[in-house]
């Protein structure tokens, strides 16, 4: 992963994070449920605690860029959980679209696209290491 990317992702999640990481979690189900209404019963009613588990993720992932090999088994094991929640592969794709969509929404004018083409390169990362994950975890558990 290119130091730039890093760079750029570490210094906007803390612009969009200061001290409303609620914010950001809101304006992620928000554009993630009008992007795909399907999703909305894949998640519990009271979203408090999956709010929580996002930026939770997110802190995680965005703060261990500089080591990947710390966060990557912490990654594969979130890809494996969500397959238990009925997570589909193409969900993926809608997720990061809403984070994006998130970023920009809190950004505003400062959201330029070399932040847009990092996040993207970050997420891509992530969401192809879970699902790497999910598949594995199915290939394992059709052979028992």
Do not use: C
């Not at 130091?3 to 210094?11: D, F, G, S, Y």
Request: proline share 4%; charged share 25%; hydrophobic share 40%.
């Amino acid at each position: 992963m290119e130091e730039r990317h890093i760079k750029l992702v570490q210094e906007s999640f803390e612009k969009v994070t200061p001290n409303g990481e609620q914010y950001l979690a809101d304006v992620f189900y928000s554009i993630l449920f009008k992007l795909d209404p399907s999703l909305r019963p894949l998640f519990p009613s009271d979203m408090s605690k999956q709010r929580m588990k996002l930026i939770t993720v997110l802190t995680m992932a965005v703060r261990g860029l500089e080591d990947m090999d710390d966060i990557l088994p912490t990654i594969r094991r979130i890809g494996v959980q969500h397959l238990d929640y009925n997570v589909k592969e193409e969900y993926y794709t809608t997720l990061g679209k809403a984070l994006i969509m998130s970023i920009r929404w809190i950004l505003g004018d400062e959201f330029t696209p070399e932040i847009q083409e990092a996040w993207a390169h970050v997420y891509n990362m992530l969401a192809s290491t879970m699902i790497e994950a999910g598949r594995e975890a199915q290939r394992i558990s059709s052979q028992s």
